[in-house]
């Protein structure tokens, strides 16, 4: 199995595991880009957002939710904060297993970079 987060998912690579349940895994990210940086999985491999289909609907929504929650928990959602899917080489997606980036913790610009 190639997919590092495939790996991440199956323990066979360590990581610092946020939250786990049937169908997500929530991890810190390895190169943090603002002081809170998590890595929402879904453990099923869909390579980009562009793969997703109909009966993934749920588990986006789940997503989401999932984030909002967090961004709560670590007392972020009333300041302010980012969920970002990057989609291919544009967007400079690197791993190709989506996941959606809840950022937080510092003013961000816009437009991104
Ligand atoms: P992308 O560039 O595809 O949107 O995001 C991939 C993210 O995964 C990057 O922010 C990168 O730092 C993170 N990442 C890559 N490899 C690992 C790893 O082995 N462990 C963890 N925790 N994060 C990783
Ligand atoms: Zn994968």
Redesign the pocket.
């Known amino acids: 199995m190639s997919c590092?987060f495939c790996r991440?998912i199956a323990g066979e690579?360590p990581?610092k595991i946020i939250h786990k349940d049937d169908e997500l895994i929530v991890?810190?990210?390895?190169?943090p880009v603002a002081p809170l940086h998590l890595?929402l999985i879904p453990k099923k491999h869909i390579a980009t957002v562009l793969d997703l289909s109909e009966s993934d609907d749920k588990l986006v929504g789940r997503i989401y939710r999932l984030a909002a929650d967090l961004a709560r928990k670590y007392g972020v959602a009333e300041n302010g904060f980012r969920i970002v899917a990057?989609t291919n080489a544009d967007a400079?997606?690197?791993?190709f297993h989506i996941?959606f980036?809840l950022l937080a913790g510092r003013a961000m610009g816009w437009p991104p970079g």
């Open positions: 590092i991440i690579i990581a991890i810190e990210d390895i190169n890595l990057n400079g997606q690197t791993v996941h980036h």
